[in-house]
């Protein structure tokens, strides 16, 4: 008796030698052995019935001050009272880009493709990350662009302005295509100067333009590739698009830009942000498809929420509350 307890001391003395071996107790810390001082989450894997999904992480971008170009709408001190009842600084915003790749065994479909070369430096992350998930840009079969917003289509063209992903047939919604490719695209009711406007419209149309061959116009309602339908969702642009994706019995929706912040324009749905075409009809569209989702208990996914940006939606009365989902393996 006494032998079999000294054993098992001595192991449990071995499993804390090892342990501390493993932690590196007694050596160096992180940061003095020339660690990473950031987290670095990379790409995030998930699975639709039979469709394998990745959101990649294309980064951040810092806001501030927050108002005017965010909840306008909001007295300074509601504001703040909402941001700090959800443990949030009150002095800058945080807006996420979440890129979400569709791999059916049949199609890769891309959507969006993240800030790439205009982005800021804390984002543009899209073009390293899809060979470490596995893909190369020949291997995307189609790219959805769900409206025609930089951060959304700057990773189509490289930096002498060459189309990123050859291969792919590229979408975009006729009321988006119409619209930025008209004379003088209607940004009037935007919170945006009129030298950033120019650059909106500027930037929009080269970039189409460039790549008027490869995009194909399609009305609201068509299935891209099979288990994938599209959803007009106006007003943050005409053309805003949100797609229904479906495989057996899972489905999941892709919000797109229905809401840029996970808590004011969940808890505030009549806030809005300063790039919205309409802000009228993108507030109507937020509070119809957000009650629609929330009734169906719908699983969502947002480009803008905090990554990997998978979650539900719950209705409060008049107001909802962003659900995140735990993180699963697949």
């Known amino acids: 008796m006494n032998r079999n307890l000294s054993r098992r001391r001595a192991v449990e003395l071995l499993g804390l030698g090892a342990a501390a071996s493993t932690l590196g107790l007694g050596e160096a810390s992180a940061s003095e052995s020339g660690a990473p001082d950031r987290s670095n989450p990379r790409f995030y894997r998930f699975n639709v019935g039979d469709f394998q999904l990745t959101v990649f992480n294309d980064g951040y971008k ?30 800058h915003i945080i807006a996420y880009f979440n890129v979400l790749l569709i791999d059916t065994g049949k199609d890769v479909l891309l959507c969006d493709s993240g800030f790439g070369r205009l982005s800021p430096v804390t984002a543009g992350q899209l073009a390293a990350q899809l060979p470490i998930a596995g893909y190369h840009p020949n291997q995307i079969t189609a790219v959805f662009l769900s409206h025609a917003h930089w951060d959304h289509f700057g990773g189509l063209l490289t930096p002498d302005g060459k189309p990123v992903f050859g291969s792919a047939q590229h979408f975009v919604s006729t009321p988006e295509w119409n619209f930025w490719t008209q004379k003088d695209p209607d940004l009037s009711q935007t919170l945006l100067s009129n030298e950033d406007q120019n650059k909106f419209r500027h930037n929009a149309q080269e970039t189409l333009s460039v790549l008027e061959s490869k995009f194909q116009k399609f009305e609201p309602g068509t299935e891209l590739i099979d288990g994938v339908t599209t959803r007009l969702a106006p007003g943050h642009t005409p053309g805003h698009t949100i797609l229904h994706i479906q495989s057996g019995h899972e489905e999941l929706v892709h919000g797109v830009d229905l809401a840029h912040h996970y808590v004011l324009m969940f808890e505030h749905p009549d806030w809005t942000i300063g790039v919205d075409t309409v802000p009228s009809e993108a507030v109507s569209t937020r509070k119809q498809i957000f009650t629609e989702l929330a009734a169906a208990r719908t699983r969502v996914i947002g480009y803008h929420l905090p990554f990997p940006g998978i979650g539900h939606i719950r209705a409060n009365g008049n107001v909802f509350e962003w659900v995140p989902e735990p993180w699963r393996q697949v």
């Open 62 to 91: 810092l806001f501030q001050p927050i108002q005017p170009f965010w909840a306008h709408q909001a007295s300074p001190n509601e504001l703040s009272s909402t941001l700090e009842n959800a443990f949030l600084p009150t002095d």
